[in-house]
């Protein structure tokens, strides 16, 4: 089946929809095209977020002017040499059309040579060794190219910082800068392009289906068509009630979306739906809802049976990790999601927050700490013949000990050779006196060493 | 429907004219010969190329397009040497091109033709008519090659032509007609070529071979020349520089 995203790729810069003003902007450099001499500005960067039009617009921009194509986009290999030798050679000679029509550029006739995700193409030949090489990549030779070029070139990409950093920064001068923004995509105009495609098509679609197509895109016109197209296949006729059965477009779902879903409905697919996207561990994940449940659920008995359920996905979950089974995480996560959305006698029509995890962020901040002490019990342990757990037993003891006995101090940091933060670590305040007498302790060890020496001597 | 027996070398001139040029091609075979013609990814060449059944040991063909990957094509015949005699066939039912070299079976995946532009043959006005030996056209080429990445060529109603200029040097290359094979000059003509096209464009033709160009004003220049024993026929078309004034 052709893919309706080419089929309806837009033919003028009108039907490409929203960005107005970007488009004026493209248009009118276009025109200055016109004269026998190129403009100022060689060449144009359109930038922004995914599916909003940046390539429809080039594309529709060259066929408004009669223009040629020449597009390398990021499935070309794009190497340095392949850009000199498409791009540059392109943007210095005279061109034939894909029919073999020829007609030169003081005719009118120029070549756009469009290099679509040009912010993608560095990684690529940042890929070459020897670092030395790594000047002469793809956007030395883009570089070159507008430099040189007789001939109009669009570079697009998604993040401009990508392009411009590095050796890049000397396309800011050379390029007219032109963002597409896809607030700047009115819902209302997706939606009528997605009833011009289904009347095309001839393919009845309810309004709120459309609508509703339109909504989750969030600008992204491609995916909405995409989407329209996956929702459509094998059907005349698209009513609300079969949108239901259908996978939608999961966008950037987050965890604290997939939160939102378990404390608000009892939607099991969707709730399961947004866990897979939201890529977050099971034992991370049990750490959220915990965290959560009191800030949504006010009810006793609610609070009750949610934690009753978490309760068993934490059993699920230590016995996955102790015999390596961890087929039982499935059934930890269904307990954790989907049991605690049905502890909910009714949702709640508060609306909350939800906090990151506070036990994650305590063990991330006391990481550093964390591992001190076990370092610690590590060298205890290995004095004292004992594992590092069992030296856990008896630290604080030691630390009191050393603490109010400085000469005790010494002789540990000597025996365990402790470094300075353990010893701050393990005697607090007094690790600054350990230091000086450790200090002295060595001055006095050094002249008695002398002194022993000098004894030998006589 | 297409089988064939052809000596290696046949095909491997055939790479030689386009694979410079394109990456893949789209081989018409029909009941006459195979023909080619393609516009290379920048836009600014073209290349047509035809080979007469009579270049083949043995031929039957019908009306097919046939997709061809020429750098794999070429590593294929990296098998073969110059004087082998191979056969072709096409395989429709896997659209595989079969290809035998002596014992060696070789089946070759082919492209999907859909997207592949049929250009044509533009009309140029293409006044002055210059043919030489390649060999002379290449020793001013390697000349210019050192200095410039351009060169003009000149055709006036004294001979032809070729001029390089770099920062400090020039290149000039005279042939009075006298010397040529061939001279039809009813004006001055002048027209800039990328040295890369125009030098990759010569290189095929082997040396002593002769070459006929075709030049007009700030127009293309046609190089036509004959391959395999005048069995073959290829030219080439190479859009001019843009003279920024």
């Not at chain 1, 450099?29 to 930038?47: D, G, L, M």
């Not at chain 1, 400085?406 to 006196?433: N, T």
């Not at chain 2, 006929?212 to 700030?218: C, H, I, P, S």
């Amino acid at each position: 089946m052709e893919d309706w995203t080419e089929k309806y790729r837009p033919k003028s810069l009108d039907e490409v929809i929203g960005n107005k003003d970007a488009k004026n902007i493209l248009r009118k450099w276009a025109t200055s095209w016109n004269s026998s001499r190129p403009p100022e500005k060689k060449a144009v960067i359109i930038y922004g977020k995914p599916g909003i039009g940046k390539t429809s617009s080039a594309i529709a921009l060259a066929k408004e002017n009669g223009w040629i194509v020449i597009e390398m986009n990021a499935s070309d290999a794009r190497n340095a040499e392949k850009i000199r030798r498409i791009a540059t050679s392109g943007a210095l000679n005279e061109s034939f059309g894909n029919d073999g029509s020829f007609i030169p550029s003081k005719y009118g006739r120029r070549k756009l040579i469009i290099l679509d995700e040009a912010d993608n193409l560095y990684e690529r030949s940042s890929e070459v060794k020897d670092s030395s090489m790594l000047d002469k990549g793809g956007k030395k030779a883009i570089i070159d190219t507008i430099k040189k070029t007789n001939q109009p070139i669009i570079l697009i990409a998604n993040d401009l910082y990508e392009l411009l950093k590095g050796s890049g920064e000397e396309l800011r001068k050379l390029c007219i800068m032109i963002k597409f923004d896809e607030r700047q995509i009115p819902k209302y105009e997706i939606v009528s392009l997605l009833k011009k495609i289904c009347r095309m098509e001839n393919i009845q679609v309810d309004v709120k289906i459309l609508e509703m197509v339109a909504e989750r895109c969030k600008g992204d016109v491609r995916s909405a068509i995409k989407d329209l197209q996956s929702i459509c296949i094998g059907r005349n006729r698209v009513e609300q009630s079969t949108i239901q059965s259908i996978g939608y477009r999961d966008r950037e779902n987050t965890v604290f979306d997939v939160l939102k879903d378990i404390f608000k409905t009892k939607d099991f697919q969707a709730i399961k739906r947004g866990y897979e996207v939201a890529n977050e561990s099971p034992e991370d994940f049990i750490l959220w809802v915990s965290e959560n449940i009191p800030l949504e659920y006010l009810d006793i008995a609610d609070l009750a049976r949610a934690y009753d359920r978490i309760s068993k996905a934490d059993l699920f979950l230590g016995r996955a990790r102790r015999k390596r089974a961890y087929n039982l995480w499935s059934y930890a996560v269904d307990l954790m999601s989907c049991g605690v959305a049905v502890s909910k006698a009714r949702p709640y029509a508060v609306n909350v927050r939800y906090s990151f995890p506070s036990w994650l962020r305590e063990m991330k901040s006391s990481k550093e700490t964390r591992d001190l002490r076990n370092s610690i019990l590590k060298k205890i342990g290995r004095f004292c013949h004992v594992s590092a757990r069992k030296a856990n037993e008896f630290l604080d003891e030691v630390r009191k000990m050393s603490q109010g006995d400085i000469e005790l101090a010494c002789s540990l940091v000597k025996k365990l050779e402790l470094d300075g933060d353990e010893m701050k670590y393990l005697f607090g305040e007094r690790a600054v006196e350990v230091e000086k007498l450790l200090k002295k302790g060595a001055k006095e060890d050094k002249t008695r060493k002398l002194v022993m020496e000098q004894k030998k001597l006589f | 429907m297409f089988e064939a027996k052809v000596k290696a070398e046949i095909i491997k001139a055939m790479i030689d004219i386009t694979s410079h040029l394109i990456n893949e091609a789209k081989l018409n075979v029909r009941k006459d010969g195979i023909f080619l013609r393609a516009v290379d990814p920048a836009h600014v060449a073209m290349v047509d190329l035809s080979i007469k059944p009579s270049a083949f040991e043995d031929y039957r063909a019908e009306d097919i397009e046939i997709g061809v990957d020429l750098d794999k094509l070429g590593g294929i015949m990296k098998l073969a040497s110059s004087s082998d005699v191979l056969s072709l066939k096409y395989e429709e039912s896997t659209n595989k091109l079969v290809i035998q070299i002596g014992n060696l079976t070789r089946k070759m995946g082919l492209l999907d033709t859909a997207g592949m532009p049929d250009p044509k043959v533009p009309n140029l006005n293409l006044p002055a008519k210059v043919t030489l030996k390649a060999s002379e056209l290449m020793q001013g080429i390697k000349a210019s090659e050192a200095i410039s990445d351009h060169i003009a060529l000149i055709a006036t109603k004294d001979g032809f032509e070729l001029f390089a200029e770099g920062d400090m040097d020039t290149v000039n290359l005279k042939l009075p007609k006298d010397l040529l094979m061939e001279f039809e000059v009813p004006e001055r003509c002048k027209s800039l070529f990328s040295i890369d096209y125009f030098s990759n464009m010569i290189k095929p033709i082997k040396g002593s071979q002769p070459v006929t160009l075709y030049l007009g004003n700030d127009n293309p220049v046609k190089i036509e020349f004959d391959f395999a024993d005048k069995n073959g026929h290829a030219f080439y078309l190479l859009a001019p520089r843009i003279e920024s004034e």
